[in-house]
Structures are given as C-alpha cells and as structure tokens.
C-alpha cells in the first residue's frame, strides 16, 4: 500500500455538497468531469453507467475527497444512519480552529453533533458535523 488516495461521497445533490465542501470547508476542485462508458460500466459492475465526478483536495493536502452524483442510477437515502453503522462511518479534516469552523459553520446551518471538545490525552479538539448528505465529518485541532 502506498497512500490513501481518495473517499467517494455519492449525492443527490452536486451544488449542496459543493457548498458544504468547497465553500465552507474550502477545498479545491481538481477535476470536474462526466464519466460514462464502458470502463466506468465495467469497473462498478453496472450497466451504462453515467456520473458526474469532482475530486477535490486541501490545499496542503494530497487525499481526494470524491463527490459523485450518478446521472443513470438512483441510490437510496441511508435512514436512520448511525455512525456506529457497518460500513465506511466518516471523514476527518485537520484544521487549525476547530472553535471558529464550529461556530462559522454553525452559522451557515451546519449541524453538529457536539461542541468541540477536547480529548481525554489533551492532545486534540474535535467535533462532528454532517453533510449535505448526513455524511458525519470530523473536525480536529491538533493541541
């Protein structure tokens, strides 16, 4: 294994979660693309498949976070979601001010789960927020 290279996040909704991840969060977009065809098809086991892509990253930063909204197929909502749930739970963001993104954030209608807290060891701040999607994302402040 040699790095993470990214995390896919399917939405229903592209300009929402661009929103939440490039104009709250602020990361950059690094490719927008449409991918259809029979590679894409073939590689996700679906037929004809067609998505809209857009991989982003922080500016100090080389791990992807994928945003993907399927032209040709319709998830479904995840109800009742826990983040105790199996599966993928949530993705973590380093900032340099867990307290001001909580509070910035929260005024734009983000919703947390806590207030930053800090963690037993002392060595950290955290809170967890949701996007668009209600995908739990962590914010941490290393102390």
Do not use: W
Not at 96 to 108: F, I, P, R, T
Not at 132 to 140: I, Q
């Amino acid at each position: 294994m040699k790095n993470v290279r990214h995390f896919g996040i399917v939405t229903n909704d592209m300009e929402k979660s661009l929103r939440f991840y490039r104009d709250l969060l602020g990361l950059q977009i690094k490719r927008d693309m449409l991918e259809e065809g029979k590679f894409i098809s073939t590689i996700l086991g679906l037929e004809q498949v067609k998505v809209r892509t857009i991989k982003m990253a922080a500016k100090d930063g080389d791990t992807l976070v994928e945003l993907l909204e399927y032209k040709s197929h319709q998830g479904k909502e995840r109800e009742n979601y826990e983040i105790f749930d199996l599966g993928a739970s949530h993705l973590a963001f380093t900032v340099n001010d867990v307290d001001g993104e909580y509070e910035s954030l929260q005024k734009e209608g983000v919703v947390f789960i806590s207030a930053p807290q800090v963690s037993p060891d002392g060595k950290a701040k955290v809170a967890f927020c949701l996007d668009p999607n209600g995908v739990p994302v962590e914010l941490v402040q290393e102390l």
